[in-house]
């Protein structure tokens, strides 16, 4: 849940980018942290270890303008990828109001993805949110490496395997080009804030 500062009439929104390991979490946050620099009020923090990208998040709040004469700020974070910080993940997801799910469309990532989305359901529960309420947009990242021969999961088998249930927002994209990572951060904002306003006034 957003956390709301009635004296200075503020409300922080938390939303988090989830998904398996070396999906491409932190390069979307990276983009969006060189392309919206003058939007970012502070510096984002990366904390990388030997075997993972991102061992706790990254932290890239910035102003969105007022709802109702709240001014509206917004917190990037990650959580690591890899199986063994599901702890950290399970952490960082404490509060969270919006959720950008990051596939790997690489084919032998396939059962990495399936396996990362039922563990973020799982994660949610010990939180009482559910994978089906929270403001949630699914993302097809790494779509350019088929230029390179890498074999890629058509987007009609990604929505399968992962949103075929959920039915949210889903792009294709590619968080080292930039391609669709704005779009998809714009949308999860809006869903986000559409949320909040329905809870908070």
């Known amino acids: 849940m957003s956390f709301i500062n009635l004296k200075e009439k503020v409300v922080q929104v938390k939303i988090v980018y989830y998904g398996p390991g070396r999906c491409g979490k932190t390069t979307n946050l990276e983009y969006i942290n060189r392309t919206?620099?003058?939007?970012?009020?502070?510096?984002?923090?990366?904390?990388?270890?030997?075997?993972?990208?991102?061992?706790?998040?990254?932290?890239?709040?910035f102003n969105m303008g007022k709802i109702k004469g709240y001014d509206i700020k917004i917190q990037l974070y990650t959580v690591p990828g890899q199986v063994k910080y599901n702890a950290t993940r399970k952490l960082v997801l404490r509060g969270v109001d919006?959720?950008?799910?990051?596939?790997?469309?690489?084919?032998?990532?396939?059962?990495?993805?399936?396996r990362s989305l039922n563990q973020l359901h799982e994660n949610l529960l010990s939180y009482k949110e559910s994978i089906f309420k929270i403001p949630l947009v699914m993302q097809y990242n790494k779509v350019d490496l088929k230029e390179h021969g890498i074999p890629i999961l058509p987007t009609e088998?990604?929505?399968?395997?992962?949103?075929s249930r959920l039915q949210v927002p889903d792009f294709e994209?590619?968080?080292v080009?930039?391609?669709n990572v704005a779009t998809t951060l714009k949308k999860i904002i809006a869903q986000t804030i559409i949320s909040i306003q329905k809870k908070l006034f």
């Not at 919206?36 to 932290?59: P, Y």
């Not at 919006?98 to 399936?114: H, P, S």
């Not at 088998?157 to 949103?163: A, C, H, I």
């Open 173 to 175: 994209a590619s968080a």
């Open 36 to 61: 919206f620099r003058n939007q970012i009020v502070s510096e984002m923090v990366s904390l990388k270890t030997h075997g993972d990208r991102t061992l706790f998040f990254d932290f890239l709040p």
């Open 98 to 114: 919006g959720l950008v799910f990051v596939a790997d469309a690489m084919t032998k990532q396939r059962e990495k993805n399936i």
């Open 157 to 163: 088998v990604l929505r399968k395997d992962l949103n």
């Open 177 to 179: 080009t930039g391609y």
